[in-house]
């Protein structure tokens, strides 16, 4: 294929390829990334270097081009780079769930590798209901959820993101109806809590399952809540013979302090979804994670298996990269890291509490989060950014960050000086 210039490419891409949440043809013209490495993205026009503020949405919590993970990716090429998973098996997959079920929290034995975080609730939400079907009581099939939450754009995930000024709104009478819960408050209140209960106990004879974001609600709105909520979800559903789902595809594997965010609260869901930092950004792969009481319950219908199997199920590749991706979060003091971000960010945005416009300034594990009182200039916001060297992609009402867990501590001062920047300008 011959080599583009920038012009010649971003021409081509504006004819011909759609971005995610974009219109077609493009309005907006996109930066063109060269190659990255450590923190930092090269530009193809040869402007120089953008520190990355968003870890490629949330995923690449190393950085970019690590040793260790490229050596990985280039180990399995050389013996194989994708095999079905229909009746064969391969190491990578064998030893990544085994990891994850080391790892999640305790209860959850058993492993089903697919393509990405929406398909992992899709996965989710039919492991629930193929459950109740399996065991005979086929009216459960609703979830509830809280307002505010986002769980991907495929089917099933959309019926439960925020109905109401999200940007799933546009299918509103043709998903399903599911049950919603006011959003959760940020610090704990009793009377939220019972009115959480009573909700569950109301609709627990439709209810197949109770799905929410524990502890950080992501690209709904960015809000944390006090992990009590999710204890309260765990015995209410208990009560009431629901699943707890847990979506940690954005909180998992250290962002908020913990290594998955229901370990704030020391509970185990029935199912849990992980994805985007599971193979370091490096490739799509995702896990949906459940006890044996959901599996059991599936093997006892009528149709004993798990009617789901993408083609790229457990590919070798991306298994063995997300294995060597978890030993390497693991073998260092990721929770001293995470807690370091945090301090810099808590310091550098705090003075944007000052800026005009800006309502609320909130910092928790290694996300830095300033919320506006209008909706963001996207592009006055980004190029603001930009200019002081560093990539972020604001949207609604929010400017935020969630650095790799590599950015030294000069880099995080940077990225909050870009986020009051943008705040400002956006």
């Not at 013209?29 to 402007?47: C, F, K, Q, T």
């Not at 704990?188 to 009115?195: H, K, N, P, Q």
């Not at 908020?256 to 370091?280: E, Q, R, S």
């Not at 798990?306 to 294995?323: D, E, K, Q």
């Amino acid at each position: 294929m011959p080599e583009l210039s920038v012009r010649e490419l971003l021409d081509l891409d504006r004819r011909h390829v759609w971005h995610p949440y974009g219109p077609m043809p493009g309005r907006q013209e996109p930066l063109v990334v060269e190659s990255a490495s450590g923190v930092r993205l090269r530009m193809a026009d040869g402007s120089g270097e953008l520190i990355d503020g968003m870890s490629s949405w949330w995923s690449a919590i190393h950085g970019y081009n690590h040793p260790v993970l490229n050596e990985a990716a280039r180990g399995q090429l050389d013996r194989m780079s994708h095999v079905m998973f229909g009746g064969l098996t391969h190491e990578p997959a064998v030893q990544l769930a085994k990891r994850l079920v080391d790892m999640s929290p305790e209860g959850l034995e058993h492993v089903f590798l697919c393509d990405s975080g929406s398909v992992s609730v899709e996965v989710a939400v039919k492991m629930c209901l193929q459950h109740w079907r399996s065991l005979g009581r086929p009216g459960k099939q609703r979830l509830l959820t809280w307002r505010g939450g986002y769980h991907g754009d495929t089917w099933q995930p959309m019926s439960v993101c925020d109905p109401e000024g999200g940007m799933h709104e546009l299918w509103q009478g043709v998903l399903q109806r599911q049950v919603f819960a006011e959003a959760p408050p940020a610090e704990f209140d009793e009377a939220y809590a019972d009115r959480l209960r009573e909700l569950i106990g109301r609709h627990a004879d439709e209810l197949a399952a109770v799905i929410v974001e524990p502890v950080v609600q992501g690209a709904g709105g960015m809000r944390f809540h006090s992990p009590e909520y999710l204890r309260v979800l765990r015995e209410a559903c208990d009560t009431h013979d629901v699943l707890l789902v847990l979506d940690e595809i954005a909180t998992g594997f250290g962002r908020t302090g913990a290594l998955f965010a229901a370990d704030h609260a020391g509970v185990t869901p029935d199912v849990m979804c992980v994805g985007k930092a599971l193979t370091g950004g490096y490739m799509t792969m995702a896990a949906t994670l459940c006890t044996p009481r959901v599996a059991d319950g599936i093997s006892r219908g009528e149709v004993p298996v798990l009617a789901h199997g993408p083609t790229f199920m457990a590919n070798p590749l991306a298994a063995s990269v997300a294995c060597a991706s978890i030993d390497l979060l693991l073998a260092q003091d990721w929770r001293t890291e995470v807690k370091r971000i945090e301090t810099g960010l808590r310091d550098g945005l705090a003075e944007a509490a000052s800026v005009p416009g800006v309502r609320e300034v909130r910092v928790l594990g290694a996300i830095g989060v300033v919320q506006l009182d209008h909706e963001v200039d996207l592009e006055a916001a980004t190029a603001a950014a930009v200019r002081e060297g560093v990539w972020l992609r604001p949207f609604r009402d929010l400017v935020y960050t969630m650095p790799p867990f590599v950015t030294g501590d000069e880099d995080v001062a940077r990225i909050a000086r870009a986020v009051r920047a943008a705040a400002r300008e956006g």
